[in-house]
């Protein structure tokens, strides 16, 4: 009797489960890396280490290791969809970035706040101690209409420089996929935005998409608010897409140099961004690459958006020290990036992928010089950080497809540094711990997809 109501039961669990057609899905990466200038691994960061260059108070020491997510973040995730009406659909998304060599949830912001940075590695990350970090959206589409989201979900900035970045947001191979920043139209924080609403459709060969997040903070609509606008065609083998950008009152964390648990700072700003990219297919190579430029100005309203501890995800910014909101009060900062490369297929099954990525920091002191010594770069002070430098990388992987599922890589990537950005990414150097300008990553790996 109790096996055959368990039958029962079971039945009608996969019963309901295919009317609803909800499946599971995900994808498990990681590897073996190393790294010339890296700091301690970190459980929860998105890439176990730091595989491009990257904060740290050591100097950058060298480093083998596991390391996850090497090509692509390792997701875990539910979704599921019903036809209502016609060729209209309702679905959800359920989705969480995980780091399979550890089992942990990927969490950039938890090594901020353990006091462990002068021996491991953290950083600002839009996966901040959510369930569902990645996405977490319901949608309703229409074949004719496009489709309609809300909740959390990827900018669309990000899903641009996901789709024309030739090592498709590698975090071991990828400038622009290792720094969120970029796909976040200034922080990282912004790349997944939350209470948002987001538009996706296509009219012929044109494509159109819009986005706009909800600041949420009583006595202002505008205040922590976000919007985006993106506009693309395909004709024949050639793509294009551009977008625009725009958030207020955005904030970035990075860790202290003290040490302390819970000490993690903040810095608020405005951000604009404007992106524009390209993709064209011969037979066997695509080349693809694209162009962002950045602008960081003083909040609109940073008394209204800050008046308190201010949720990042699982985490609070606020009471750990007031956020900083007048880092470009004085001067704007820009910052430009260049990134194209292509994809080869030597075989049906093997790939060979290069990519070279630059992006150009302005100088944001806000006086004449502001003691930014030749080269753009005077000591290890905070200030130094704000002169003008550059970020650069190149990458180079093969990529052999085991079967539809699975495939192993094995690559290489180099990132150098000069000026305020070398400053910036070594807050603390001193004479024992010297700035760290440059780092090469290797890595080999293997990712399945189910």
């Known amino acids: 009797m109790k096996k055959s109501l368990l039958a029962v039961v079971a039945l009608s669990a996969v019963a309901g489960v295919a009317q609803a057609d909800v499946s599971l899905y995900g994808i498990i990466d990681m590897g073996i890396a190393n790294l010339t200038s890296g700091a301690s691994s970190n459980p929860s960061m998105p890439a176990g280490v730091p595989t491009q260059l990257y904060v740290t108070n050591n100097g950058g020491k060298a480093v083998t290791t596991i390391a996850p997510n090497g090509m692509s973040q390792s997701v875990l995730g539910f979704k599921g969809s019903e036809d209502v009406s016609g060729d209209l659909k309702v679905g959800f998304i359920l989705e969480a970035g995980i780091n399979a060599n550890s089992g942990t949830i990927t969490d950039g912001i938890s090594g901020l706040t353990q006091g462990n940075f002068k021996t491991s590695t953290g950083g600002d990350s839009s996966r901040a101690g959510q369930l569902f970090n990645q996405r ?199 910052v430009n990036l260049v990134f194209f490369g292509g994809k080869y297929e030597v075989t049906s099954n093997l790939d060979l992928i290069a990519s070279a990525y630059n992006a150009r920091n302005s100088n944001y002191t806000g006086s004449a010089g502001g003691g930014c010594a030749s080269g753009g770069i005077s000591g290890a002070s905070f200030n130094a950080g704000r002169c003008a430098g550059f970020l650069q990388s190149y990458g180079l992987v093969l990529d052999y497809h085991l079967s539809k599922r699975t495939d192993i890589y094995a690559g290489i990537s180099d990132q150098n540094s000069t000026g305020g950005v070398t400053t910036f990414y070594n807050i603390g150097a001193n004479a024992t711990n010297n700035a760290a300008d440059q780092n090469t990553t290797t890595m080999v790996g293997i990712r399945h997809r189910f």
């Open 136 to 334: 977490s959206l319901l949608y309703v589409s229409s074949k004719d209409m496009g489709t309609i989201s809300f909740g959390r979900q990827y900018s669309t900035s990000l899903d641009q420089i996901v789709k024309y970045d030739p090592m498709g947001g590698s975090y071991a191979f990828s400038l622009v996929g290792f720094y969120g920043s970029y796909g976040g139209g200034g922080w990282t924080e912004d790349a997944r935005l939350d209470n948002s609403i987001k538009y996706e459709g296509k009219f012929g060969a044109v494509r159109v998409g819009a986005m706009y997040q909800f600041g949420g903070i009583a006595g202002s609509n505008s205040a922590n608010s976000a919007g985006q606008f993106a506009l693309g065609t395909d004709v024949g083998n050639f793509s294009t897409d551009a977008f625009v950008s725009f958030k207020k009152d955005g904030l970035g964390t990075f860790p202290s140099t003290t040490g302390a648990p819970n000490n993690m700072l903040g810095v608020v700003s405005d951000n604009k961004a404007e992106g524009l990219n390209a993709k064209y297919k011969f037979s066997r190579l695509t080349l693809s690459g694209g162009a962002e430029h950045i602008v960081y100005s003083a909040p609109s309203d940073p008394t209204m958006a800050f008046s308190g501890a201010l949720p990042i995800g699982a985490y609070q910014v606020g009471q750990y020290g007031a956020p900083n909101t007048s880092a470009y009060a004085a001067v704007n900062k820009t």
